[in-house]
């Protein structure tokens, strides 16, 4: 663990994963959405699970144990669920690595209140810390104010404050969509505009690898 994982572009990247297992929980994000497995049709795949496979191949071909993995996220969870139904199923596993990313449903909300759910992603943060835990947050996207999000786009703004904050408070890793203009592609997005294809899921993977401080899978890679 770096003791200051928010200055990620401070230090040169690594290739070999120091975690040996790694969870995820979250909403449809992390669930994979829109991303189908091609092994079972039925099921998503998504970046979490790309960021998995990427992690424990590169331990394997260094010598090291595979990654153990699991995702629990759920499509349409608020935070609050979240963190209610998910993250201590997640801590009880003993992973070295979580994900801890939601808060974009509540965000869709009119009413939401930023602070809130900002303290709530908080107070989980430090939990899994205090359990030993690295920790993965995720900033939002900007896409200038266009598209279904425009609305948003102040929201969004406010919590990924938030989350800049507690990366740095609590000693925490973040994937910066936000900070990542590449990712408003539109190559990246369904139709929806909320959820990413699979190319999208690749390259959020990508982002993942980055803010860990690990080199990217794709040697074109581009903020």
Sequence with gaps: MLDNPTQQGAQTRSNVPQWSSYVAIGDSFSEGLWDISPDHPDLCRGWADLLALTMSTRRKAAGQTPLRYANLAIRGRLLGAII?????????????????????????????????????LDHAVARARAKGADVLMSTGADFGGHGSLALTRSRVALYNAHIWSIAQQRGAYVQDMWGTRAITDQRFWSQDRIHLTTEGHFK????ALVGLRLRPENPRYRV
């Design 84 to 120: 209610d139904e998910q993250l201590e199923t997640a801590l009880d596993m003993k992973p070295d690595l979580i994900s801890i990313i939601g808060g974009g449903n509540d965000i869709l909300r009119p009413n939401v209140d930023i602070d809130t759910i900002a303290a709530k």
């Design 204 to 207: 959020a993977a990508d982002i």
